[in-house]
């Protein structure tokens, strides 16, 4: 249970006055995924990336033009803009002893601005001069304020990102209400640490970033940030040691096949496995025979063939008469899986099912008796395997696909519909060892090095976006001799509906070309149409798909042999590696075209230098994290880690190794959490949303 001293942290935004039902759903947006309502927590946790200093007071002769400065004027005249000049500026000159300035506002009103500004009164302006016509103007101050409110104010005024709808003044307001609900909590980091890094209390440590005395008081290195990127670490690792902890505790089940349905399996193949995929399905299977848990990580490369080394373990386990799940991300994925799998698995007599949010009614009621009875061997499903009402007569492993994309508390809420439910975790993205540790916990790793046989390497070409209509030349020729294209939309903002756009224009150009041949794809797109294109572009119907990342995770159609991904130097190397991964999967020769935008930077020149060089995606990832840090390695959009909130990977890497001591130290001495910091912890795992864990606590 979490103790009532949070409770004021968890209520929602609501609770603080001034956010009425109008403004909640905009803190929603900024505060959350949008699943839940944004909470006083939420608003703590938005930290402010910059400052206003008004500090800076000068008087105008002495003003540096371009830095924002404050002035203490008076007020001399107005002047409004002439009737029927729309477009045209209204001016309110001031002075102070050593000259003048003209404060210049578009869409102004005069009422509003005689009680902003009363003539011959004294004002606090900030704002930025600039010099036109050799005179002073400051065109919308930043802040105007009577000697009352400047008073009060704060002289280093803290910038969030926000949303739109919300002013930079609400989103402020709102924290600094947040600020007075905030508990003091027992501490939880070890005190010999706090002392020697002399780190203030977590709630100090809140105050100051969000009260800022200085400009320099957010910085990255700060007391107070460190101490928070430490606790959310700490959070982290405590989280993944107990997890780790619980599924060693309780006992496994030894689950030994017999070699009946995986020899059916193999002599189904239409290939030989890989000397990997043998080496790994043999690592899996001794790991299944043994009575401890498994909890494995099967890490291997786009294309590396991990569903067929998945597809062992499930026959194993199912020899031994369990149950197995494979959980995909997206319903594509999952859906390609299942048919997939389909003919192999009917070749070895099993029954499989297949479970995502769009089996509704009748056939999902099939799918859940079955998996009750046990008349279902494997089900392959997407988030809708962890639903309450999904229950199996004996899972006894749960294989997750391309892990990144869930949480810990996926993995414990698949892993804990059955006994002793052994974990295989995949995951293409070639993570160095360092960083399994963080997102993974401590698991053993089986790595498909080796690609299949028959591969031929891919042409990659970084081509400048200028060359665009030689690039439909390219298309309209791979098309005539019969290729399978490709074309991958840039991420234009962090908005879908802009990537949409940006896709759909792309799509209706290249439709003007090449007519019936060209298909869409979109994130935004309805579940059963996204099938139904991907679909025509498998069997060859469609000859060109445009698309959105939505083809980034795993989707396979080995006719295709030409990818194209326009503006390039947006992707993250680890989302390139992904993209580029869905050609050369044939014999035929591939091709994938990098195109860019001149003059993007050098990181990003370095970027695609790399894509181009190299396919070997641990190359790849060594070198993403050289360039960019942790966040791109795993191919998400923030630049700070995935499943974290304050802690950013290269500022606050050397925290992580202290917390994982901290972490382990603390659990080796009190298991339970249940001394007087064991009890603080568990605080700090609700406040950092690893509630999963304590959940363990309390039914272990
Ligand atoms: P990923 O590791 O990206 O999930 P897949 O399991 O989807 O890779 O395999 C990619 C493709 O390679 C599939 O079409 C699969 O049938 C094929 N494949 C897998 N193993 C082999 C093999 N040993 N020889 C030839 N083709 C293989
Ligand atoms: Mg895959």
Known sequence: MRSPQLDPLFAPVTALGGIGPKMAPLFDRLLTDGK???????????LPYATVDRRRRAVLAEAEPGVLTTFELRVLSHRAAP?????????????????????????????????????????FVSGSIELYDGRRQIVHPDRIMDGAAFEKSPLVEPVYGRTEGLSRNMVHKAATAALTRLPALPEWTDPALVA????????????????????????AETPARLRLAYD???ASQAALLLVRARMKRETGLSRRGDGRIRNALLSALPFTPTESQRRAADEIADDLARPERMLRLLQGDVGSGKTLVALMAMATVVEAGFQAALMAPTEILTRQHFERLEPLVRAAGLRMALLTGREKGAARAAVL??????????VVGTHALFQEDVAFARLGLAVIDEQHRFGVHQRLALSRKGEAVDVLVMTATPIPRTLVLT????????????????????????????????????????????R??????????????????????????????????????????????????????????????????????????PEASVMVIEHAERFGLAQLHQLRGRVGRGSARSTCLLLYKPGSGETARARLETMRSTEDGFVIAEEDLRLRGEGDVLGTRQSGM???????????????????????????????????????????????????????LRAG
């Open 36 to 46: 839940r309502p944004a909470r006083v927590l939420d608003l703590l946790l938005h």
């Open 83 to 123: 009737p029927g000049r729309r477009g045209a500026p209204y001016r309110v000159v001031c002075e102070d002893e050593t000259g003048d300035v003209t404060l210049v506002f578009f869409n102004a009103g005069r009422a509003r601005m005689e009680s902003l500004l009363p003539p011959g009164e004294i004002r």
């Open 196 to 219: 020697r890094e002399n780190w203030p209390r977590f709630d100090e440590a809140l105050k100051a970033l969000h009260r800022p005395e200085t400009p320099e008081a957010i910085a």
């Open 232 to 234: 959310e670490l700490l």
């Open 369 to 378: 008796e079955g998996l009750a009875s046990g008349a279902i061997d494997i």
């Open 439 to 482: 997102y993974f916990g401590d698991m053993d790793v089986s790595v498909l090095r080796e690609k299949p046989a028959g591969r031929t390497p891919i042409d990659t070409r970084v081509v400048p976006l200028e060359r665009l209509s030689e690039v439909e030349d390219a298309i309209g020729r791979a098309l005539s001799s019969g």
């Open 484 to 557: 399978r294209v490709y074309w991958i939309c840039p991420l234009v903002a962090e908005s879908e509906e802009l990537d949409v756009a940006a896709a759909e224009e792309r799509f209706t150009a290249l439709q003007a070309r090449f007519g019936a041949a060209v298909g869409l794809v979109h994130g935004k797109m309805k579940g059963r149409d996204k099938d139904a294109v991907m679909e025509r572009f498998a069997t060859g119907e469609i000859a060109v798909l445009v698309a959105t990342t939505v083809v980034e995770v795993g989707v396979d159609v």
């Open 642 to 696: 995935p499943g974290f909130r304050l802690a950013v990977a290269q500022r606050h890497a050397e925290l992580l190794a202290t917390a994982r001591k901290d972490a382990e130290r603390l659990l080796s001495s009190d298991p339970d959490l249940e001394t007087e910091r064991g009890r603080a912890v568990r605080h700090l795992l609700h406040i950092f949303e690893r509630d999963e864990a304590v959940r363990l």
